[in-house]
């Protein structure tokens, strides 16, 4: 069943248009294929609607564990052959795991999609996992978090902080896993994983390169075509945050942190199917309240105008399943408290509320955000990920091609009523990172007052 | 198969010892007789192993809506009929859950015994539930939760501290429920949980009062023994905590808050099988810390030979499945702000590491230790509650019996240990729960600085 959808990605003007059509198998596989014939390439790229938030309790880093397993032997193929033969046919080839997607994808000469395709579908049901294949990878899972976690203050924090900022929804478990769960990581358990959610009708084949929608559906038909429908796969389900009614604070102190800051993560919405302007507002907010740092708010505020910080930065990642998170951070100068700069940090956001957007700084976002939806176009790896995402995270083909003319159409009254409804203490986490414990003021008494 | 351990509660010299009889039925039921032939009257109680921290992800609240559907239609009892038919026997009845365990009791005269098994054991496994039933006690949970949750700030304060102590274990999700997911609770969650959880081997029977250990064996094989065991039951399982790296704070602002408050949460070990040491500790370690206002540390400091505080306070609760909280809390006198309370109080946590503890406060708490140990052997429905608590929280009857000599073996030196391990800020929750924001010094900055 190929619809024969074949959308321009922009209607407000692009360079190069690509031709995006998307299929559906019989098994209910989605095909997107994306085609761009100005070389001989394709990317090939199975995403699973499966990530580190659909995992069981307490058994964090099963969704990644599995990534990594996904390497090992399936009944054709030995150990480690899969990317031996992608890198002997000149390709590359890797995964990766988030909250609510895990993909795998290789990069090659266009005329070898059906190998890739032929080994692919291989391990979406013949994975043969051996109890030496657990105990190896479940050590370079944990050196893993070693060397990207537990070795960096950053990431210890955040991850205390968005286990802060989620009360009950899992995207407060990190993706990596928590190591005393990591520790205890079984073959069950991946095997759970991989039968319920390796399956057709939850994965998405996404082609992109110089190949042709007909072509793609037929080899997906061949290969993807012959493995049936898992039957017991579960709606997808996720708890939700209850009202949160307090703001939460926490200071992570670690002596190996190198620059001491303030940041703050506010509970925000996400890019919604059908539904994505409050999303597209806080891109807008992000870039205002700290994008480049001589031209945003808090950059000019806290860095430019004075030297409270050496950095003033805000962050929105839109594209998730779930309600995501707004966050600002401010690295304050030499010899300025973090109390301090957090106080000039609100002092700004209240101005800002105040005040409101400068019209000049406004109509510079939406047209930088225009030419970089149109460069997009030009990285086909970026735009097979861009479907691979959305169509992983609660959007459709539609959704993207809506969202650049959505992105265009904000206007500055959206983004002030974005900025109140999502700057809400009660919503937040605020966190000082520091490498060594604030002086705290002399206790006011000593046994008696 | 009756085991008989004829076992003497106290061994440090009780006034009225209890026997105490544990069996086991074929089917897994535990069965544990308090005799006490005072009076002729019987408490039956059932408990099970399973409460709101055993709840599936997104079903808060199933455990205790089943406690209320359980007093609806079975194929034998019309809906209320078990409670009707306990009070026109003379007796009450009624249930209650926890985190750790749903519960299920009727006190009677000791010649109603068989009455009850016959009900309760009935509803063991033949429940009949409607929609309306579903449709109509689901309205009397939410009424419940916003009477006891919505309307009570300190309630609110609370769920949000323990959803930011928690960040794995579902101790931080309320037992009530969290209201949007209460709304959603359906027939089939509540069947699933009832098919899975309420069966011979996940339960444990109490009487105590006027019977003998043969009699009620006999009855309990009559009526409990005719039950199956569930084959599916699962090994109980609890996503346990990462380690907590950083201190959480959180301002819980409710202008239905009559008195503010300070108040700290610290994760703390419960008392484990065979291990109930450090919790007898801590035990103490509440008393001496905020026990009586007069004479306990914190007590003595902040509202004694001080002005700052009008109350202070601690408390331990021990009797938990996993690790559970330590908490002091301190409500400041008139004119004195939070801060400042919270200063005090760590001023003196900080003076007492340093000191230590007074030897005669400590003998004077080891004593009422061991008077309300022997006190509460008066109490036959207290030690019903203390058996089925123990037994559903990973306790032995021999952990039962061991804890008043483990409570009285406690030394100054052993509460200092404990003191030392648990005051750790990192595992901590710090909230001030207050009726309006307190002032904000001034910011530092107005734009330019």
Tied chains: 1, 2.
Excluded: C
């Excluded at 559906?24 to 070389?39: C, F």
């Excluded at 190949?211 to 997808?236: K, N, S």
Aim: net charge negative.
């Amino acid at each position: 069943m190929l619809r024969s959808l074949l959308a321009l990605l922009l209607t407000t003007g692009a360079a190069a248009a690509q031709q995006v059509t998307t299929g559906t198998l019989d098994n209910g596989m989605q095909v997107v294929v994306i085609e761009d014939h100005r070389a001989p390439v394709v990317v090939h790229m199975v995403w699973y609607r499966t990530g580190s938030a659909d995992e069981p309790a307490g058994a964090s880093g099963v969704a990644h564990f599995l990534e990594h397993l996904m390497f090992k032997a399936t009944d054709t193929l030995a150990d480690g052959e899969l990317s031996a033969t992608v890198t002997a046919n000149g390709g590359s080839d890797n995964a990766f795991t988030s909250y609510d997607y895990t993909a795998y994808f290789q990069r090659v000469a266009a005329d070898r999609l059906d190998l890739m395709m032929q080994m692919e579908s291989d391990r979406m049901n013949n994975l043969r996992l051996t109890e030496d294949d657990i105990a190896t990878e479940r050590q370079v899972i944990i050196e893993e978090r070693n060397q990207r976690t537990e070795n960096n203050p950053n990431a210890l924090a955040r991850e205390q902080i968005l286990a802060a900022q989620y009360l009950n929804h899992r995207y407060g478990t990190p993706v990596i896993g928590w190591l005393h769960e990591m520790q205890e990581l079984s073959r069950q358990d991946a095997l759970d994983f991989y039968d319920l959610y390796y399956s057709p009708n939850n994965a998405i084949l996404v082609v992109a390169g110089d190949v042709t929608p007909d072509q793609v559906m037929a080899l997906a038909e061949q290969y993807y075509g012959r493995i049936p429908a898992e039957p017991h796969l579960p709606e997808r389900f996720r708890p939700e945050e209850p009202p949160q009614r307090a703001e939460r604070r926490l200071d992570y102190v670690d002596p190996r942190v190198g620059q001491d800051y303030v940041t703050r993560s506010y509970l925000a919405p996400e890019r919604d199917h059908g539904a994505q302007e409050t999303a597209a507002a806080l891109v807008y907010l992000s870039e205002i309240l700290g994008g480049s740092s001589a031209t945003s708010v808090l950059g000019r505020a806290l860095t430019f105008d004075s030297d409270i910080a050496v950095y003033a930065g805000a962050g929105y990642e839109g594209m998730a399943l779930d309600d995501t998170t707004f966050t600002i951070t401010v690295a304050p100068s030499e010899g300025v408290s973090l109390e301090e700069a957090e106080r000039a940090m609100d002092a700004t956001l209240a101005q800002f509320l105040t005040d409101g957007i400068d019209a000049g700084q406004f109509e510079r976002i939406r047209t930088q955000l225009r030419a970089s939806e149109i460069y997009a176009l030009d990285n086909v790896e970026g735009l097979a990920n861009r479907y691979g995402a959305a169509l992983t995270q609660g959007l459709t083909v539609e959704d993207v091609e809506a969202w650049p003319d959505i992105l265009q159409a904000v206007t500055p009254e959206d983004v002030m009523a974005a900025a109140r409804a999502v700057l809400n203490r009660n919503n937040a986490v605020t966190a000082y990172v520091m490498a060594a414990p604030e002086a705290t003021p002399e206790p006011m008494m000593d046994g008696r007052n």
